[in-house]
């Protein structure tokens, strides 16, 4: 038999939002297959572990013998048990229908088991026709028990919409139509004759059988059923009345299965990317109903109906010839997706594609702009319809939240955000209240597409800006962490647009990259100056401080990471108060970003004596002179205890003398040193502590020479990494035996 | 992408990520309304048009609805879509039961072309669907009824609709008269057959004001009935509604001297309009009618409420108030 793989995950968005294009851009390009294989985790091994006692499983009840007793039998017992789990849990692979429709209809073995092995067929994706056809046979030579075939009956009525195909099924109409006979099958039968019915089908004999059958059984609602499908397909030979209206012509028609289907359904969906819901069919029952035309309810994926034959001709030019399109509905896989790209069609409703994967991946690789448009106007409305920020109905609330945030998924997905996103977040922003969807509404708001300053400073900064200064620390966090992510979504849509450039035929690079530097300019400011502001009256807290260097860990990176033009400072309402913190984790974090600006500005200034050549962008020599000015600051307050003589800064520390005097502070040259700095005098404690653990005196001042240096190994030992590459890079250590003074300031 | 006019879009270039973002600068995004509108042409030029055709859209209330773009509409195949439309709602009405296309059912569709009803030939042709039932008793011949009609149209529209590519079929404004449980099934079939989205119009007091000011300043042959302004009063325990109504030609006489240019109305001479017809109200009432919200309007041209519901009245001025209604549905879709 031939081993099939469960579907395969093709990219683990769930688990990591964004793809890690830092490694891609410095290991070279990772091989997408080795991600893949990488991400599959200890899940996998565990299916795969699972696999095998199913493929055992089946190749037991493929040789077993006649009459083999369940009780006495633990083999038996064991692999009856396995393939129960298996299907309860994930449903049966097609090529197991055959093996258990075989023994359990073939009187092998007990009717104990063969109804456990019957309702244990879930199916996890498609029965194989053939398996059916097989099966009925069995059924034909009455091997089984009447229980049994029962029960097979009803299980195929259940399952009649997962076999692969239908036509040789069909051509057992007459072999079906013959069982009407057996009494207790009647109904069944008939229900199965229903769904398998053609205007082909409808013969003359067969309705006297059916008159002849309603004669000796009186009204029975099942014959009802079937002869008004008779009727309304050849009304001409179905003469007789029947009774208008019928709330339900078969009973118990879903069988132990259905339940087990919609779950094992549901579970698959829960665990393929996008875990939302598709409301195929009738597996996902609307939770209340709606005014038909609110479209929230994600439509379901299905084929477009609306190919008339004459526009079937006209679609047979394009798609490379093909002229059968692959319904997506039966699109289950990745591989069904590889195989079929070629001649697949988008669904009915693009709003199906959110929570549909495969498509997301189809609508990645196709250049239409008709796909995004038809998108485009679903989200839109619906974005418009449903938002209304002061909504009463909870269940609304938490509706549009799940709204919102399937949006957020697919957009993580195509690492692209929706214009209709766009709009609607310019035209609700001013509106909302910052409190309603707040981590929603904040996540989208990272995908909004680059577009020129004077719009995004009208519809995003403004009012962003509002709800920021009036909110709490945490959306002010919020905010910042959502902005950090816009920044980092704009730049890497730069550097790959940047690799596409060549075959891009639209864009000249200049227009592009100076309006990309200027929007992501203007986005650096807006968070230097709201920024600012926040610590201000904030009143300088850890926690604000730290999404705010996080923010300028990204910006300080940007010439080498995202190979952008530009480096901007941060302003000296952030700079100062992060080098004056209290706490070493904003201390230890400024000092990283000031080893990363070094980094990048000596490169820029390396390429740009380097090559010859005018470059388009040069870094303005006031970014240089602002670096010089901070570094200045830095080495004077932390290492060489001169800060307030030579700080330079307009805003920055220098300070006279005598004024300092009037402080009455002792030794205030060396106040801020990385031995007396607020936010690293504990660490200088623990160190006394250690190196002389009998003196209680706490003399600080014994830190100095050889001690100094094994300082400096304590701190780094303490996990102040930052502190690290800051000093071996910023700081000219003369000699290693004294702690010397003078430090490199020219980037 | 090859579609794409780039002067249309907003710079920098941002190639993929904007995708879908093809008409309106900042204006169409925000939706503002405008601050001057022209008057439809004047009725002599619409008498040609065989009124006879669109009589039946007369004196009935018909409910506005805003509708996207039809994807793959074509309206050469209108017979077919009937076609499917009527199994639709035969499966509809009887859930469960097999349904064949094309069989006589109980309810018959008819999916038609109105080419009078555009501003000019650049607009797409009206279509209508109405549905009609047979009682199951009668012959075949008998007299059908219509239950339910429907009808999408764009009349000047066509800024709009030549921003939109080919595959695309603009008729932004749906006007339904019937039971809502079959505007419900019609509508559900247009949306999974073409794609667009349905929404319900509603016009602001802003709008109702301008149509008052619009509708005031034309002239009918016949001794016409009063204006008629409803207005509710906000935040009461119990609703209270109060009705203004105006002689015809006292309201024509006002708007009369608050026109300057003929042809062109402003924002500014609608807002004068109301304020003397607010003034004369308090004077005679002592209650400010602006501090109150305009819910209905009704002339002897139409009759307009703000839930987004619309009687027609004067066939030679419709196609002027289905100009005004397709500008409203078009910011409602942009």
């Known amino acids: 038999m031939q081993r099939r793989q469960t579907p395969k995950q093709p990219l683990q968005v769930h688990r990591k939002k964004q793809t890690d294009l830092s490694a891609w851009r410095k290991g070279g390009r990772i091989d997408p297959e080795k991600s893949v294989q990488n991400h599959q985790s200890p899940n996998n091994q565990k299916n795969d572990s699972k696999q095998d006692s199913l493929e055992q499983a089946l190749s037991y009840f493929e040789k077993v013998q006649d009459r083999v007793s369940l009780k006495k039998n633990n083999v038996l017992q064991k692999h009856l048990t396995t393939v129960e789990s298996i299907a309860l849990q994930r449903g049966l692979p097609p090529e197991g229908f055959d093996v258990l429709l075989n023994v359990a209809l073939s009187g092998k073995l007990s009717d104990t088991v063969n109804t456990r092995l019957l309702k244990s067929l879930i199916p996890a994706s498609v029965i194989p026709e053939t398996s059916v056809v097989s099966s009925v046979s069995w059924l034909c030579v009455s091997k089984c028990s009447s229980n049994i075939q029962l029960l097979f009956l009803r299980w195929l009525i259940t399952v009649f919409d997962f076999i692969d195909h239908k036509e040789r099924l069909h051509a057992l109409y007459g072999f079906f139509f013959s069982f009407l006979q057996d009494e207790k099958m009647c109904p069944y039968v008939c229900h199965l004759l229903y769904l398998l019915t053609r205007k082909e089908n409808v013969k003359p004999f067969r309705i006297r059988r059916l008159l002849d059958l309603q004669a000796k059984m009186g009204m029975q609602s099942h014959l009802q059923a079937l002869l008004s499908l008779y009727k309304l397909f050849c009304p001409e030979l179905v003469t007789i009345t029947l009774p208008g209206k019928t709330k339900t012509y078969f009973k118990d028609s879903e069988g132990p299965w259905k339940a087990t289907i919609n779950t094992v359904r549901q579970r698959k969906q829960e665990n393929s990317l996008v875990s939302q819901p598709l409301f195929l069919g009738t597996a996902q029952p609307q939770s209340r109903k709606r005014k038909w035309n609110t479209q929230l309810i994600i439509p379901a994926s299905s084929t477009n109906k609306n190919n008339l034959e004459e526009d079937r001709e006209k679609q047979r030019v394009d798609f490379y010839g093909t002229n059968e399109s692959f319904p997506v509905e039966q699109l289950q896989t990745f591989s069904q997706l590889l195989q079929n790209i070629h001649h697949l069609e988008f669904p009915s409703q693009m709003g199906s594609v959110l929570t549909n994967p495969l498509l997301l991946h189809y609508m990645n690789c196709i250049k239409d702009e008709s796909i995004y448009l038809r998108l485009y106007y679903w989200m839109g409305q619906t974005l418009q319809e449903e938002c209304t920020w002061y909504v009463a109905d909870n269940k609304q609330y938490e509706e549009f939240k799940d709204f919102l945030e399937t949006v957020y998924k697919a957009e993580c997905f195509l690492q692209e955000g929706f214009s209709s996103c766009e709009e609607f977040l310019y035209k609700s922003l001013p509106l909302w209240d910052g409190f309603c969807c707040r981590s929603q509404i904040l996540r989208l708001v990272s995908w909004i597409p680059l577009s020129s300053f004077s719009e995004m400073k009208s519809h995003l900064y403004d009012p962003l800006a509002q709800l920021f200064f009036t909110s709490s620390l945490y959306f002010k966090c919020s905010v910042l962490e959502s902005l950090k992510e816009l920044l980092q979504n704009w730049l890497n849509w730069h550097i790959i647009h940047l690799d596409s450039e060549s075959d891009s035929q639209a864009h000249s690079l200049n227009t592009t990259l100076s309006g990309l530097v200027n929007v992501v300019a203007e986005l650096i400011d807006f968070v230097g100056w709201i920024s600012t502001v926040a610590l201000r009256l904030e009143n300088n807290p850890t926690f604000l401080l730290y999404f705010i260097l996080d923010f300028y860990e990204t910006v300080c990176d940007m010439y080498l990471r995202y190979n952008l033009p530009l480096l901007i400072m941060p302003p000296a309402g952030v700079f100062y108060p992060a080098l004056l913190s209290m706490d070493s984790v904003s201390l230890n974090q400024l000092c990283y970003i000031m080893y990363r600006y070094r980094t990048n500005l000596v490169a820029a200034k390396e390429n740009e004596l380097s090559k010859k050549k005018i470059l388009q962008f040069k870094f303005s020599s006031q970014t240089y002179q602002e670096y010089n000015q901070y570094i200045i600051a830095m080495v004077g307050c932390l290492w060489t205890s001169s800060a307030f003589q030579k700080d330079i800064h307009p805003q920055g520390l220098c300070m006279d003398d005598e004024l300092l005097k009037k402080t009455t502070v002792q030794e205030f040259k060396t106040s801020f040193n990385i031995v007396y700095h607020p936010a690293m005098m504990g660490y200088a404690v623990l160190f006394l502590q250690q190196a002389w653990p009998d003196d209680t005196t706490f003399n600080f001042s014994l830190i100095k020479g050889k001690k100094w240096n094994w300082y400096l190994e304590y701190l780094y030992a303490q996990g102040l990494k930052g502190l690290k590459v800051f000093i071996e890079s910023s700081i000219n250590r003369v000699s290693q035996a004294s702690h010397s003074k003078a430090g490199n300031m020219q980037a | ?334």
């Not at chain 2, 409910?63 to 996207?68: E, F, K, M, P, R």
Request: hydrophobic letters at 40%.
């Open chain 2, 1 to 334: 992408m090859e579609s794409v006019d780039g002067a249309v879009r907003t710079l920098p270039s941002i190639g993929r990520l904007s995708r879908g973002l093809l008409f309106g600068g900042v204006h169409g995004r925000v939706g503002l309304s405008p601050s001057s509108r022209l008057l439809p042409p004047a009725p002599p030029s619409q008498e040609n048009v065989d009124s006879q055709k669109t009589t039946f859209l007369l004196r009935k209330q018909w409910t506005l609805y805003s509708v996207t773009p039809l994807y793959r509409f074509s309206d050469t195949h209108l017979k077919d879509y009937a076609r499917l439309l009527s199994a639709f709602i035969a499966a509809e009405k009887q859930k469960g039961l097999a349904v064949e296309i094309g069989v006589e059912l109980g309810i018959k569709v008819a999916i038609s072309s109105l080419p009078d009803l555009r501003g000019s030939d650049r607009d797409q042709a009206a279509i209508l669907v109405q549905l009609s039932s047979r009682s199951p008793a009668s012959p075949k011949n008998s007299e059908e009824k219509v239950i339910w009609s429907g009808w999408f149209c764009s009349v000047s529209g066509d800024d709009f609709s030549e921003n939109v590519p080919e595959d695309f079929t603009c008729l932004p404004l749906f006007l339904a008269n019937g039971a809502e449980s079959y505007t419900s099934i019609v509508g559900s079939w247009f949306q999974k057959t073409f794609d667009c989205c349905f929404r319900r119009l509603a016009i602001s007091p802003l709008n109702l004001s301008w149509m008052a000011a619009m509708w005031t300043g034309c002239k009918v042959d016949k001794t016409a009935s009063a204006m008629e302004l409803v207005f509710s009063v906000p935040h009461l325990p119990q609703p209270l509604d109060i009705s203004y109504a105006i002689h015809p030609e006292d309201a024509k006489a006002l708007w009369d001297t608050v026109q300057k240019t003929p042809g062109e109305i402003t924002q500014e001479e609608v807002d004068v309009f109301m304020d003397c017809l607010y003034s004369h109200f308090h004077r005679h009432f002592k209650i400010r009618l602006s501090a109150t919200k305009l819910v209905k309007v009704s002339t002897a041209i139409a009759s307009a409420h703000c839930d987004g519901i619309i009687k027609f009245l004067q066939s030679q001025y419709l196609t002027g108030v289905l100009m005004l209604l397709t500008e409203l549905a078009i910011s409602q879709i942009q």
